[in-house]
């Protein structure tokens, strides 16, 4: 995302619009599945929910900010959560028996036969990961690249060296690296 938001810039772009909130409402990961019932389908987005402050909307700010464009988040405007979240959970879940994957519902809205939003192979392909969907050999490069920097003894004292939120693989220890070298203070070493 920070790398997008760079070339997104590069363009002349000022304001994006991005689908955050989307999958913690409409239950769109790919674990969701798994839920048993309605009432436990529901349990999980609300958690979702509370806690994306802390992972996807954070990152989304931080890596938009960072080259000065400026994000939208329509599915996380507090009167649509309100209407969303008050859907019966049980026309989010998803049931293949039923040709519902995930999202069906707030998929199902923008299915419009006259006048299309989008191409049906798009609007019901499978979800996939945000990193996931621009291909997995870079990722797996990243990988590779913190292996090489960072050493089984430096992970062995990472209990040491970061005490806070301790990196427990070298890929999350080699940005933690990257992250303090930039931001040292210990206000934004709390916010890791």
Sequence with gaps: MFQMSRKIKALGVK??????????????YLYFHKAPNKEEFHQETCRKIKALHQYDCLRANKATSAWGLEVRVPFLDKEFIDEAMSIDPEWKMIRPD?????????????????????PKHILYRQKEQFSDGVGYSWIDGLKDHAASNVSDKMMSNAKFIYPHNT?????????????ERYFPQSSAILTV
């Design 15 to 28: 304001m994006v619009i991005s689908g955050e909130g989307a999958d913690e409402i409409f239950g769109g």
């Design 98 to 118: 039923l040709g519902r994957i995930e999202k069906w519902i707030l998929r199902k809205a923008f299915d419009d036969e006259e006048q299309p939003f989008l």
């Design 167 to 179: 990196p427990t693989t070298k890929e999350a220890y080699y940005y933690r690296m990257i992250f």
